[in-house]
């Protein structure tokens, strides 16, 4: 009976020093690759301005789409406020089924002074991904 007990006591010493191990075993940070999406889209109107989906890669690699001016000749254009979110609905999705994860979006607007119609809109999409 107490050799019983005795091997009942190791076996359990055992069990919690295994689990102390693998509990506070550090594993390191986790390593990303990191990738940006910068949409840029003009207010000048009349297609003046140049709206564009800037996608710079891991490597450094620039691709460029076009996107539409939020302003025609006759005020705001929904029609090119919705092409161009389809623009970037249709790119973020791509690299969403290529293991990409959205982990940060950022936008501003840049307008240089009242009354002028001069600016642009800036949202800087950050995704990431595991090596």
């Known amino acids: 009976m107490k050799d019983s007990l005795n091997f009942i006591l190791v076996l359990l010493t055992a069990g919690i020093i295994v689990i102390s191990i693998f509990a506070f075993s550090s594993q390191g940070p986790a390593v990303y690759d990191y990738m940006q ?27 460029e789409k076009e996107l ?33 994860d959205l982990v940060h979006i950022n936008s501003g607007v840049q307008s240089p002074g009242d009354g002028n119609s001069q600016g642009i809109f800036i949202t800087r999409y950050v995704f990431r991904r595991p090596k």
């Open 37 to 63: 999406i910068s949409a840029v889209e003009s207010i000048i109107p009349g297609g003046l301005g140049r709206s564009r989906l800037l996608t710079t890669d891991q490597n450094g690699t620039l691709v």
């Open 68 to 100: 539409k001016n939020f302003y025609s000749m006759v005020g705001i254009n929904f029609g090119n406020i919705s092409n161009n979110d389809a623009v970037i609905i249709e790119r973020v999705n791509e690299y969403i089924a290529e293991g990409w």
